[in-house]
């Protein structure tokens, strides 16, 4: 993968993440907002005060989340972001992040 190739896919996944919390927001009472600032993009979950950060890191061409949970990498496998540790898909993940943090179920998909 070229390194334009991983910026636009970093794009992609990072404005996928945005509308799928618009969407869950829109179908819930769930009060998450969101923020980006370039390459990283900051979920808030208003009623606790907690955050996941998601953000691209070009020159790994990896996409890395910080959460309660801890920090995870993931890397281009295909079609999907691959956990580099333990093979876990990054949406599935992220929604499994977002609904612990939430307290409710948060389906985060492509």
Not at 18 to 34: G, K
Not at 93 to 106: H, I, T, Y
Request: aromatic share 8%.
């Amino acid at each position: 993968m070229t390194d334009s190739e991983f910026l636009v896919l970093a794009e992609q996944t990072l404005n996928s993440i945005e509308a799928a919390i618009e969407r869950t927001v829109e179908d819930s009472d769930l009060d998450i907002e969101c923020s980006r600032s370039g390459n990283v993009l900051e979920i808030e979950f208003v009623d606790n005060g907690s955050k996941i950060i998601v953000n691209s890191q070009a020159p790994m061409r990896e996409m890395w989340i910080a959460a309660r949970s801890g920090g995870f990498h993931y890397r281009r496998d295909g079609e999907r972001w691959i956990n580099t540790r333990d093979g876990s898909e990054f949406f599935e993940a992220l929604s499994r992040m977002a609904s612990e943090q939430a307290g409710a179920p948060v389906t985060l998909a492509p």
